[in-house]
């Protein structure tokens, strides 16, 4: 057996803000308008122009940092970070640099072995650059490229951990649960395939047991949490093979091949810019009064761990059941408001985990576009109680809620899909079945239990599925 | 009488009492400017057709009897580092030789909305880094008081104007001296105001921390009235300050009795022209026999000042003026890629001077530099600014020259830009302090004007335009005129180069 090594991960996540307006003019920030819609001098950087901060971006950051646990700053200030780019109008980003709004944080996550703390070393607020559409791959083979600014100054938080995971799926969960926390703050869309929600992973390995880093590599490009933690797998599994041959991990950044399923080198560390930071002149320090950090503390909003915590306590659920319902704001209110109509929250809970999320998954459709309403799942989950319906039709009514939006009671009466719990009725239907199947029914009657469900189906077809099982079990056990 | 040397208080008298229209004292300047401009050469657009059209419209408000502020109808100049909509905005660059801002500079606005009228907007050297307005990428302005010579510069085509009778007044910016030092070279009055009275909005940066914009005027009421306009708090520009401002006439008062005025044996030491030391010794009497008092004072961090700004200017211009890529506006050389389209526009687009200071400050910011370079510097600003703070425990102002000599010839100091970085030795500690300062005429040396430079405390521009003032009226040294008042072939022969 050879050397053992240890995956040593750190994350850089780049949030988008949900402001209103931008971070240092009073463009829209809104995704998908048409390109060069939402701009104006400032975020074109003409000749002239000014950038003014937008203290809204100020709130949501320390709101950020705060349910991340982490100090904010008294004093803070923006900085330069000078580099050329097209998406760059002005060629430099205001960021900042050696004066972050918030640091020394943490988050925690839970892995196969417990809980885990995950330590947050800053966030800085910036702005965002804008997009290039390429006439062909990339800008360096391309006769010609586009430039949509519509993005450039739309807020962004850039949250940088500390190099505390150790494998893919300690990263993924980090930032699975990085996202559930911001969009409980309701501060980001926190969408990674519309770019509000980004990740760069800094990624090395060291022998097991030792302390010091090994050379990291920086791993860019991953744009849904799969790829998060398939790019890291895949560069983990590269830097051992290039270890265990005796050779040497060259510092550089990569970027995730999603098809290829592979990291491939972008630019090596003596290719690296040299960012010359240094604070922007234009715009005024921060001084933060820590009255309204107080005031801002005491207004975040109940955070998945608390929430999950008291579905545990107040409504009985198992940890599992609750970490997933907890795990996104929009899941957990849905819960809240199903479970306020149907108080038995663990078959709430079952019909979430099981046919919503199943569905929400199949068809790709977000939990916000849900066409089922609170009440009407409520409403489902009543009539299955109360055996007007049977369980199985109780899952294909729910799938035509899914689709339709409508209302239970609607889609049965539609279907005539009501369930027949009449005796009167469902007796003249046994007897029939029971006359029509004497070989069978002999069997039953001589101990052979299997028979019984044959008649149960045979009912259940003459009824097309609408006899309620439980009164048709019985009503052929009295007649055989 | 010519109206093209009269000051803008008293062509306002005259139209008040409708002895001439705005559309005739417009015509009259731009006249002027048809006659003078192909020697001076002080002007890189004239908006004729703009201009008398503003005139216009002002006449017609004079005529509906429309009570219209002190500048309305004034016809006036802009440095061309200033966003004017609509109308082309070069830096003097040859990188932004196309560009026609969609918006106005915060200072056009409130110009504007006075009622002044723009005859058009003036040379400079390229992004306003240069003391002769010979590193314009256009063509260089001369000195209205002998052709020989530079107009200093920056802002030499505003401070040329006013001398030559093309504009009223002008704007110009200042960041190590810019308005300060052609004002003295061409025999008007300059102002900088503190840092963050005058919103920036709008001026193309060249140092953003040291840039501000102030008038060129003929005279110090001149001088007020447009610093009643232009100066304020701009939403838009998060640097400029959120204070009321006082009416600047109400400090033309002739009365400078206790007034403390200290003279800086730093700045009278070597390398001062002896005529000029001769010029300050004299304003310094003019004040004490008028009640003020002077004393000497040090500022012992003065010799730092100069290159400390040579390292923080060019590194905020490093940044500044990265955005000229040929990507949006301005230049464009085609290459092949990006990367050279980028080398090949800022190498065509920018000039010597322009490199020069840009690759200085890219230096300076480097990994491994900024410490040894830029922090350095901060903190040598920050001496500077503190020695100024303890003259003012003891002082109202400071007297100093405003530049070491005379305005020099064309060509002189191109071949060494350490000898022309040395023109703006006196200026520029009052840039890195933020505090206002004026350059006022005061005698001529060898027939080129000697300004000397008043040097106020954060937002008192109030008290050196008073003491201005004073100087105005106990002398008649401030207005030096002889250039202006010869015909113009006269003038041109005389001084011809």
Redesign the interface.
């Known amino acids: 057996m050879g050397q053992q090594y240890e995956t040593v991960i750190g994350l850089e996540i780049h949030v988008e803000l949900k402001t209103t307006t931008k971070i240092f003019c009073s463009c829209p920030t809104a995704f998908g308008a048409e390109s060069n819609t939402h701009v104006c001098p400032v975020c074109l950087g003409l000749p002239g122009v000014l950038p003014v901060f937008n203290e809204k971006v100020l709130e949501f950051a320390v709101k950020a940092g705060l349910a991340l646990n982490c100090e904010i700053a008294p004093f803070s200030k923006f900085d330069r970070k000078n580099y050329y780019y097209p998406d760059l109008p002005k060629n430099y980003q205001i960021s900042q640099y050696d004066l972050p709004i918030c640091r020394n944080g943490f988050l925690e996550i839970n892995t196969g072995s417990g809980p885990k703390r995950i330590g947050i070393t800053r966030i800085h607020m910036e702005e965002d650059a804008g997009k290039l559409l390429h006439g062909s791959s990339s800008i360096v083979n391309s006769g010609y490229s586009l430039v949509d600014l519509n993005r450039t100054g739309v807020p962004l938080i850039e949250i940088v951990s500390e190099p505390d995971l150790r494998s893919a799926e300690e990263a993924r969960a980090y930032m699975e649960k990085l996202r559930s926390i911001l969009e409980y703050l309701d501060v980001s869309d926190v969408k990674m395939e519309q770019g509000s929600l980004r990740c760069d992973a800094n990624v090395s390995l060291r022998p097991l047991g030792a302390r010091g880093l090994g050379t990291k590599t920086e791993i860019k490009n991953m744009n849904s949490f799969r790829s998060l933690q398939r790019a890291v797998e895949y560069e983990a599994k590269r830097q051992r093979e290039i270890l265990e041959e005796g050779g040497r991990v060259v510092q550089e950044t990569r970027s995730w091949d999603e098809e290829r399923g592979v990291t491939v080198s972008l630019r090596s560390k003596e290719e690296a810019h040299d960012y010359r930071y240094f604070p922007d002149p234009d715009l005024v320090p921060i001084v933060i009064d820590p009255g309204w950090v107080a005031k801002l503390k005491a207004s975040l909003p109940e955070l998945p761990d608390a929430r999950k915590e008291r579905l545990v306590a107040e409504m009985g659920l198992p940890e599992y059941d609750a970490s997933i319902i907890t795990g996104s704001k929009g899941l957990a209110d849905y819960f809240d408001a199903v479970t306020a109509e149907f108080n038995e929250p663990k078959t709430v809970s079952n019909w979430i985990m099981g046919e919503l999320l199943r569905l929400l998954n199949a068809s790709g459709v977000e939990m916000r576009e849900n066409k089922i309403k609170p009440a009407d799942f409520a409403a489902l989950l009543k009539l299955q109680a109360d055996g007007a319906i049977s369980g199985k039709m109780a899952k294909s009514v729910f799938e035509e809620m899914f689709a339709t939006g409508k209302s239970p009671h609607t889609i049965i009466k539609e279907q005539g899909l009501a369930q027949i719990s009449d005796e009167g009725a469902l007796a003249a239907i046994v007897e029939k079945v029971i006359a029509g199947n004497p070989g069978p029914a002999e069997d039953y009657r001589r101990g052979k239990e299997k028979a019984l469900g044959f008649l149960v189906g045979q009912v259940m077809k003459e009824t097309k599925g609408q006899a309620n099982p439980g009164l048709v079990n019985k009503l052929l056990k009295e007649r055989l | 009488m010519s109206l093209t040397n009269l000051t803008a208080h008293e062509l306002g008298d005259l139209l008040n009492r409708r002895e001439i229209s705005s559309v005739e004292l417009t015509e009259a300047y731009l006249r002027r400017i048809e006659e003078v401009d192909g020697q001076v050469r002080a002007f890189l657009t004239v908006t004729a057709d703009l201009a008398l059209k503003q005139a216009a419209e002002a006449d017609g408000k004079r005529a509906r009897g429309e009570k219209l502020p002190p500048l309305a109808g004034i016809p006036m100049a802009m440095k061309d580092?200033?966003?004017t909509r609509g109308i082309k905005?070069t830096?003097a660059s040859r990188i932004?030789h196309n560009?026609i801002?969609?918006?106005d500079?915060t200072v056009t606005e409130r110009l504007l909305e006075a009622g002044a009228v723009l005859l058009g907007k003036c040379n400079m050297d390229e992004f306003a880094m240069g003391s002769s307005t010979e590193n314009s990428g256009y063509f260089a302005t001369r000195n209205p008081h002998d052709l020989r010579a530079v107009p200093g510069g920056s802002s030499g085509g505003s401070a040329a104007a006013v001398a030559a009778g093309e504009a009223v007044f002008a704007l110009g910016s200042d960041t190590g001296g810019s308005i300060r030092l052609p004002a003295a070279f061409c025999g008007v009055i300059g102002l900088k105001p503190t840092y963050g009275r005058v919103s920036?909005?709008?001026?193309?940066?060249y140092?953003?921390?040291l840039d501000q914009i102030g008038p060129l005027a003929r005279d110090m009421r001149d001088c007020a009235l447009v610093m009643n306009v232009i100066a304020g708090h701009d939403?838009?520009?998060?640097?400029s300050a959120p204070l009321e401002v006082p009416d600047y006439t109400k400090f033309l008062v002739d009365d400078v009795r206790g007034l403390k005025v200290g003279l800086p044996r730093e700045y009278l030491g070597d390398g001062l022209d002896e005529e000029v030391r001769g010029w300050v010794k004299r304003a310094a009497e003019t004040l004490e026999k008028l009640g003020a008092v002077c004393e000497e004072v040090s500022l012992p961090h003065t010799r730092y000042a100069l290159p400390a700004y040579y390292i923080i200017a060019p590194?905020?211009a490093?940044?500044n003026l990265?955005?000229y890529?040929g990507?949006?506006?301005g230049l464009r050389v085609e290459a092949d890629?990006?990367v050279s389209m980028?080398s090949k526009t800022r190498s065509q687009g920018f000039g010597e001077e322009v490199k020069r200071r840009i690759m200085l400050g890219?230096y300076a910011?480097?990994?491994g530099y900024?410490d040894a370079y830029?922090l350095k510097a901060m903190k040598v600003r920050t001496l500077v600014k503190r020695d100024f703070d303890l003259a003012f425990e003891k002082c109202d102002c400071l007297l100093t020259p405003t530049s070491p000599t005379p305005a020099f010839d064309t060509g002189e100091k191109t071949a060494d830009p350490l000898t022309m970085y040395l023109s703006d030795v006196c200026t520029i500690p009052v840039n890195l302090a933020g505090i206002p300062a004026l350059s006022i005429p005061f005698g001529t040396v060898r027939g080129r004007p000697v300004g000397v430079q008043l040097i106020g405390k954060a937002f008192d521009e109030g008290t050196i335009i008073r003491a201005g003032y004073a100087l105005e009226q106990g002398t008649d040294l401030t207005r030096p005129r002889p250039a202006l008042e010869r015909t113009v072939e006269e003038w041109a022969s005389s001084t011809k180069p």
């Open positions: 580092n200033m966003c905005t830096c932004l560009f801002p969609p918006y500079a920036r909005y709008g001026l193309v940066a140092a953003s921390s939403r838009r520009d998060s640097t590194a905020e490093s940044s990265a955005r890529d990507v949006q506006y890629d990006i980028y890219t910011l480097s990994s900024y830029y």
